[in-house]
């Protein structure tokens, strides 16, 4: 009898064995190789179509995508995620002593709009990655957890989280003024080119954002679902891609590290996540969730690790038809493709 354990060892020897790049295509493989039942996946993706607004999905174990649905090649908004994009990119410059993330943003020169406060310049690079910043200026766009923002100067940085875009945008100034790099120079060069995005066009990315309101704009990304697998592929693989480091082992450990636990995370995001470094980390009695985490944006954009089941999930909701996957919806299929894993 099969169990569990038995498929994850099975999974884990492959896995070991052959670690499977797409190169320049994604291979495609039948469920039963990495112990998944096709009708129980098939009931999945009845589900993406009767319960969900997705436009794509898609999901790899083992290096090859075991299931599609919708366009994985359409190139759309990712919202949020962004965040955990520009998190694995301050790896190289952290490493390299280029970003010191215990400088101060009133060491660098930051403010904004009306000014900041002397509390709030003592927030440090560091602060700013983790949204523990205390710097609770408006920020240049929506989408964070602004309605429950403490207000100014009562917060020490580093004491206290609050998902806030205005550390995330601030972290990409900062990113911009040390490196001297434009982000998306910097992406391309660092991550899209190395791990050969199919579908990445670098001259349609541009920054936006209400610069009355806040000096730091946002940096949108726009992807494809078949590229956002890549790039939970390339953190499932602990930076690697093919026989090159693109991220090194140490920085793919450390965003990933808990910064803040679960009971220091609002209820109002979702009461199953700790926080890391732009990264959502699932705390949930399940083990196909043992050490998973996410990239996560608005209207349903996600890049999901499960490393227990050596698989990643990226699902996209395209804004552009203004629909919205909400998170329940995405967990429930997530729980659903989980459970498609044959343990007996």
């Not at 995508?65 to 995620?81: M, N």
């Not at 240049?140 to 309605?147: T, V, Y």
């Not at 990933?256 to 470094?277: D, H, I, K, Q």
Request: charged share 20%; proline share 4%; hydrophobic share 40%.
């Amino acid at each position: 009898m099969k169990t569990f354990l038995s498929v994850f060892l099975l999974v884990f020897s492959l896995t070991l064995n052959a670690q499977l790049y797409p190169s320049p295509e994604w291979s495609r493989a039948q469920p039963a190789k990495y112990g998944f039942d096709a009708k129980k996946l098939e009931a999945a993706k009845r589900f993406l179509v009767d319960s969900t607004v997705a436009t794509g999905c898609m999901v790899v174990v083992g290096g090859e995508s075991i299931f599609e649905f919708g366009s994985v090649t359409r190139i759309s908004y990712i919202a949020s995620c962004r965040k955990s994009v520009l998190a694995m990119m301050y790896g190289k410059w952290v490493e390299n002593g280029t970003i010191d993330l215990s400088r101060t943003i009133g060491d660098l020169g930051l403010d904004d709009v009306g000014g900041l406060l002397p509390i709030e310049k003592r927030a440090t690079i560091d602060h700013l990655i983790t949204a523990r910043s205390g710097v609770y200026h408006d920020a240049s766009n929506g989408g964070d957890d602004a309605a429950n923002r403490p207000p100014r100067g009562t917060k020490e940085p580093g004491t206290y989280f609050l998902y806030n875009n205005w550390d995330f945008n601030a972290a990409g100034a900062v990113f911009e003024k040390l490196t001297g790099q434009d982000i998306y120079r910097a992406f391309q060069a660092q991550i899209a080119l190395p791990i050969g995005l199919q579908d990445w066009d670098l001259a349609i990315h541009k920054k936006s954002g209400n610069l009355n309101a806040s000096i730091y704009p946002a940096y949108h990304f726009h992807f494809s679902t078949r590229d956002m697998a890549r790039i939970g592929y390339l953190m499932l693989r602990n930076g690697k891609w093919n026989s090159e480091q693109v991220l090194s082992r140490e920085w793919v450990a450390k965003i990933l590290s808990v910064v803040t636990p679960l009971e220091e995370v609002p209820p109002a995001r979702l009461n199953m996540f700790e926080y890391g470094y732009m990264w959502w980390l699932f705390k949930v009695d399940d083990p196909a969730f043992a050490g998973a985490y996410s990239a996560r944006g608005a209207m349903g954009q996600f890049i999901t690790v499960l490393p227990a089941l050596d698989m990643v999930v990226a699902f996209k909701t395209d804004s552009v038809y203004e629909r919205t996957t909400t998170w329940n919806q995405y967990y429930t299929l997530l729980q659903k493709i989980t459970a498609a894993r044959v343990t007996d």
